[in-house]
C-alpha cells in the first residue's frame, strides 16, 4: 500500500471511491473502466466495497436484517475515502491484499 500512497489522489478517485460504497453498483461499473481501474486509490476502494457488501448481504440474510446496521458504517467509509484516506477494514482488507485484488 505504501506505492499507493505516493500517487496523487484527486477529487474525481474520492468521488469515484465514495460512490463505490454507497451504491455497490459503481464500484463494478469502476472495475470494468479502464482509466478507473487504473488508478490505484479508486481501485483499492471499489474492490474492498464489492467485498463488504458481499459481506453484509450475507450477514443480513443471516441474522435476519440485524447486518443491515453495518450499512451506515460503509456511509463512514465512504466518507473517508472522499476525504482521501485508505480505509481499513478489519479481516476484508487483509483478505483482499492476499487475494492480489490490490
Avoid at 477529487?11 to 460504497?21: G, P, R
Avoid at 453495518?70 to 477494514?89: H, N, P, R
Wanted: glycine content about 6%; charged content about 15%; overall charge neutral.
Amino acid at each position: 500500500m505504501n506505492e499507493q500512497m505516493n500517487v496523487d489522489i484527486t477529487s474525481d478517485d474520492k468521488l469515484w471511491a465514495l460512490l463505490s460504497y454507497l451504491v455497490p453498483i459503481v464500484a463494478i461499473i469502476v472495475l470494468l473502466m479502464e482509466d478507473k481501474k487504473a488508478r490505484p486509490f479508486i481501485k483499492f476502494h471499489a474492490v474492498q466495497a464489492i467485498a463488504v457488501t458481499v459481506v453484509l448481504t450475507i450477514l443480513t440474510t443471516i441474522t435476519l436484517g440485524c447486518g443491515g446496521i453495518l450499512f451506515l458504517v460503509m456511509i463512514y467509509w465512504g466518507i473517508k475515502a472522499y476525504q482521501g484516506e485508505y480505509v481499513t477494514i478489519p479481516l476484508v482488507t487483509d483478505f483482499i491484499k492476499k487475494q492480489g485484488w490490490v
